[in-house]
């Protein structure tokens, strides 16, 4: 488990998160270990994005998540968790042949403050733990490749449409 020191104030409505006090905890679980508040903070956050601000109509619920890990990053700043950050992994064999991540989101009062770079990083480096040389595949919306480039993933597909978002195959190749 990973923390990383951050605080909280309300900045034209969305939480800024800066290096001095208050939580951010990251924690991972196997579907089975993952409690109900867990698994409804991490639901509503998916349908918060996912569904209604992408506003896209698709079966979020898909039957893998009993085969994923789950990291979630709570943010303790007021004494209130609140669920900010979220992705799933999947071991080689699972979704690809490779080792996968996915639902890779971040709570939008939260967004343009590097959280999302962090949770891409924990995901990377738990995969590396986990199955050393092993390479990572994604499915990116298409519209953040460039982020995902600074991590080492690579375009693998052209681009397609899954759900009405234009997304992209991409692959970090294994260290």
């Not at 409804?40 to 619920?61: G, K, M």
């Not at 996968?100 to 590097?114: E, F, K």
């Not at 052209?158 to 992209?168: S, T």
Request: charged letters at 20%.
């Amino acid at each position: 488990m990973a923390t990383n020191d951050i605080t909280t104030r309300m900045v034209n409505g969305a939480w800024n998160l800066a290096p001095d006090a208050g939580r951010l905890e990251w924690r991972w679980h196997d579907f089975s270990d993952l409690s109900a508040h867990d698994l409804y903070a991490l639901l509503a956050l998916r349908q918060e994005v996912f569904i209604l601000e992408q506003r896209c109509l698709y079966p979020d619920i898909d039957g893998s998540d009993q085969a994923a890990q789950h990291l979630l990053g709570w943010h303790n700043g007021d004494g209130a968790a609140r669920l900010v950050a979220y992705l799933r992994c999947f071991e080689p064999g699972v979704k690809y042949a490779e080792a996968a991540l996915g639902r890779i989101v971040t709570a939008p009062a939260v967004r343009g403050q590097g959280l999302g770079s962090a949770l891409v990083q924990q995901g990377i480096a738990q995969v590396q733990g986990r199955f050393p040389a092993q390479a990572i595949r994604i499915s990116a919306q298409a519209h953040l490749e460039d982020f995902y480039r600074r991590f080492g993933f690579e375009s693998s597909s052209a681009p397609y449409d899954e759900d009405g978002i234009l997304h992209i195959d991409m692959l970090r190749a294994a260290f």
